[in-house]
């Protein structure tokens, strides 16, 4: 592997090029196998689509080579995910990457061992609610469940998920920060149907815009007691968002957070806190507070 790997630097520049993006192209049509395994269409007519979906993969996956791309639906369906609940999801969009629980194996495994009936948790970054519905259930209806969304049109299907699994949760519309009351500008990516972020905007290609005004997680959760986990997904503001969190972090058991990038100063951060971190997979982590 080594050796190949060393051939592999060899080549000219180009070559190197067209292999990632040829692999690329590959690992998107393998997505759909997976996809066809653990997710179901609600009706009749959503798994025709979900097929038709998946038989049109080699042209929709087809172009930007050297980036990821999310696979994507012909059209709107329902889906059935045995492993998390019911949604709804959008074409041409990543919300069907979003519920497959692949994914994110290792953050739905972490949050099953940590949590228990009658637990508070946050979901920072809900989306559409894939681990929204997840946590819900492991908590029950004596649990609480606080969900934070800044896009308001993500926040409508949200609700919606919840409602469609027959669970409820108070439903927060915010973009956090670390200082209450900011206008800031949201950099929508037209493919992420919904996600927007704070903090990468320079990485996306003719965003959509979106002004709002922060608030902190102190300030969102200031009613809410102990927490037993919150779970931060907010596309590059997690340590902009931790900075406004310092009396919410005193009552909160586990963390669970994204980091695309260098996690070092997010781990640092929550270690400052009181919190030991591992790594559950290739961007994600989990902080549980240490014993005194």
Not at 41 to 69: C, H, K, M, N, V
Request: proline share 4%; hydrophobic share 50%; with cysteine.
């Amino acid at each position: 592997m080594k050796l190949a790997s060393r051939r592999a630097r060899r080549l000219p520049a180009p070559v190197r090029r067209a292999g990632r993006g040829t692999l690329n192209y590959i690992e998107r049509i393998k997505i759909w196998g997976i996809i066809l395994r653990e997710i179901e269409g609600e009706a009749l007519f959503d798994q025709r689509w979900l097929r038709r979906s998946a038989l049109a993969a080699p042209i929709t996956a087809w172009g930007r080579f050297y980036r990821w791309r999310n696979p994507v639906l012909l059209r709107d369906i329902d889906v059935r995910v045995p492993a998390l609940g019911r949604f709804r999801v959008h074409a041409r969009c990543d919300e069907l990457y979003l519920v497959l629980p692949r994914r994110e194996a290792a953050v739905y495994a972490a949050a099953r061992a940590l949590l228990r009936p009658g637990d508070t948790v946050v979901d920072a970054g809900a989306n559409i609610g894939a681990f929204s519905v997840f946590a819900a259930r492991l908590i029950g209806p004596g649990g609480h469940l606080i969900a934070i969304e800044m896009m308001p049109r993500t926040a409508v299907r949200l609700r919606a998920n919840l409602a469609r699994n027959g669970l409820t949760a108070d439903i927060v519309e915010a973009a956090l920060a670390a200082s209450p009351g900011l206008t800031v500008t949201a950099a929508i990516d037209p493919a992420k149907g919904g996600q927007a972020t704070l903090a990468l905007a320079h990485t996306l290609d003719r965003p959509e815009t979106l002004s709002m005004t922060t608030r902190t997680l102190d300030e969102v959760l200031s009613g809410v007691g102990r927490i037993a986990l919150l779970k931060l997904d907010i596309e590059g503001a997690e340590l902009d968002a931790l900075a406004g969190a310092r009396a919410t972090l005193a009552r909160t058991d586990a963390i669970i957070f994204e980091q695309l990038d260098d996690a070092g100063a997010i781990v640092a951060a929550v270690s400052r806190a009181g919190f030991a971190v591992r790594q559950l997979d290739r961007h994600n982590y989990l902080a549980r507070r240490q014993e005194s």
